[in-house]
């Protein structure tokens, strides 16, 4: 599912209250939830700490890495209980604020493109050992295509 969101520039002293119009894409596939996590900060201490916890848990990951941090995604539907419990698992690692976000959205997104120009999302890292779900796998595709071509 990709949304676009409304991001208000905070930056911009004169355009402070115009938004900018920014890509994401959605965690919500049917009832399930593809896993997302966001790592704020440039710290790859928590990035392995991330890693080593999917690892242990045989899910299988893309890693992006933005201007200001990290985007992880876990490559395997979730229901929402169980995304959640993965935040809390993790908490010491991701960003609060986007968590507390995402919880009252009901549903997860991380942005692609269009905050900061140039793009700046680029993939560092995809681990998938064994089978994909079908809809996984297509939403894998959809993924790289978009940050593809925001970066175009």
Not at 5 to 16: E, G, L, T
Not at 105 to 119: D, E, T
Request: hydrophobic content about 40%.
């Amino acid at each position: 599912m990709i949304i676009a969101i409304y991001i208000p520039r905070r930056k911009a002293v004169k355009d402070r209250r115009k938004p900018t119009l920014s890509i994401g894409i959605g965690s919500k596939l049917g009832n399930k939830h593809i896993i997302f996590l966001e790592i704020d900060g440039k710290n790859y201490n928590r990035l392995y700490d991330v890693i080593r916890y999917l690892r242990r848990r045989a899910i299988n990951y893309i890693i992006t890495e933005t201007s200001k941090g990290f985007h992880v995604i876990g490559l395997r539907l979730v229901t929402w209980r169980e995304l959640n419990s993965i935040w809390s698992d993790l908490k010491p690692y991701l960003d609060r604020k986007w968590i507390n976000l995402q919880r009252i959205r009901g549903f997860a997104i991380l942005r692609v493109c269009g905050k900061y120009k140039p793009f700046d999302i680029k993939i560092l890292d995809l681990y998938v050992r064994g089978d994909l779900d079908v809809e996984v796998m297509k939403f894998l595709r959809k993924y790289i295509k978009l940050i593809n071509e925001c970066v175009v």
